[in-house]
């Protein structure tokens, strides 16, 4: 039997990461989980939030800060280094085998490129170190699965930047996933137009035709010769403003996102609790909170571990999945 047992990174210490981890941990006992951070920032988070610490056996030892040198909501040079090193010791567990998924806490961008981490977030330096070429983000909450074909780009140059091999590739990520991770023997993803109404048949742009069409018929070619993936249905593209309704109504399994805000603004209005990122692609399971940091409540005890749990289950549910 596969791996099943989940890792989780633990994220900026000086952020809310520790918080909801030790809160989701005691809420989920019976889950096998290790963490992969400082048992000191452990123990003081959870006697900070008033629940039991989690025992030995559910921690990697990564570091050692003493106990002055992180304050909660104010990162330093210290806890910059460390949630890389978290990071990077959890990766290695999942490279390794030795963990089947990984949850991730949420880092500092701006801090960890201070000690001297070279990647944009989690999803490229995951994509780098599994020497994954084919990668992409998916927002999953209980109605409502998007994908999107862009990420950090300027709205102002989003329809620069797009490619039918990319939302191709998204879409075929995106099929693959629902069909082997989620169960779904036929999944239905929907791609959605660029500009509004879809283009209006080129009256309000010619991407739709020039782009998205091309698209859609590349990723049908490519998921119709692979055996999980056969029975996939993609469909495209169509009009923004109506398509996420009907995904979240059970229309579609999912939805391709041509930009950043045109497929997260509608997960966090449905969702913002609840929605959980995936990242696709990789050869192992990957999840977080969609939230970040939050220095300004960290330490207060105002830290909900509900988007963290929902990490949690998903990459629970997911490694299983392929271990069936």
Do not use: C
């Not at 990077?88 to 880092?107: E, H, K, S």
């Amino acid at each position: 039997m596969k791996q099943t047992r989940i890792g989780i990174s633990l994220g900026d210490p000086a952020g809310i990461g520790p918080e909801v981890v030790v809160r989701a941990l005691a809420e989920r006992p019976d889950l096998d989980v290790v963490v992969y951070g400082d048992r000191g920032v452990i123990d003081r988070a959870a006697a900070a939030v008033g629940v039991k610490p989690p025992p030995a056996a559910r921690v990697i030892p990564v570091g050692e800060l003493p106990a002055g040198r992180i304050e909660a909501g104010r990162p330093n040079e210290a806890s910059a280094v460390a949630q890389v090193a978290y990071l990077t010791a959890a990766t290695d567990a999942a490279l390794a085998g030795a963990v089947a998924a990984l949850v991730t806490a949420p880092i500092s961008k701006q801090w960890v490129a201070r000690a001297g981490f070279a990647f944009p977030g989690h999803t490229e330096y995951l994509a780098s170190r599994s020497g994954t070429a084919e990668h992409a983000m998916m927002l999953a909450g209980p109605r409502l699965r998007v994908t999107v074909a862009t990420t950090h780009v300027a709205l102002s140059t989003v329809a620069r930047v797009l490619r039918p091999e990319t939302i191709a590739s998204t879409a075929f990520l995106t099929a693959r996933a629902l069909a082997v991770d989620f169960g779904i023997a036929a999944p239905r993803v929907a791609i959605a137009g660029l500009n509004p109404h879809a283009g209006e048949s080129g009256r309000f742009g010619d991407e739709e035709a020039r782009i998205v069409t091309p698209a859609v018929d590349l990723a049908r070619r490519r998921l119709a010769e692979g055996a999980a993936t056969a029975a996939a249905i993609v469909t495209g593209p169509h009009v923004p403003d109506v398509i996420f309704r009907q995904a979240a109504d059970g229309a579609y399994d999912a939805v391709v996102a041509l930009y950043h805000d045109q497929g997260l603004i509608p997960v966090k209005v449905l969702h913002f609790d609840e929605a959980v990122n995936v990242t696709l692609g990789l050869p192992f399971v990957r999840t977080s909170p969609d939230h970040g940091t939050a220095y300004d409540i960290a330490g207060s005890g105002r830290a909900r571990p509900a988007s963290f749990l929902a990490a949690l289950d998903l990459a629970a549910k997911l490694a299983a999945s392929r271990d069936a």
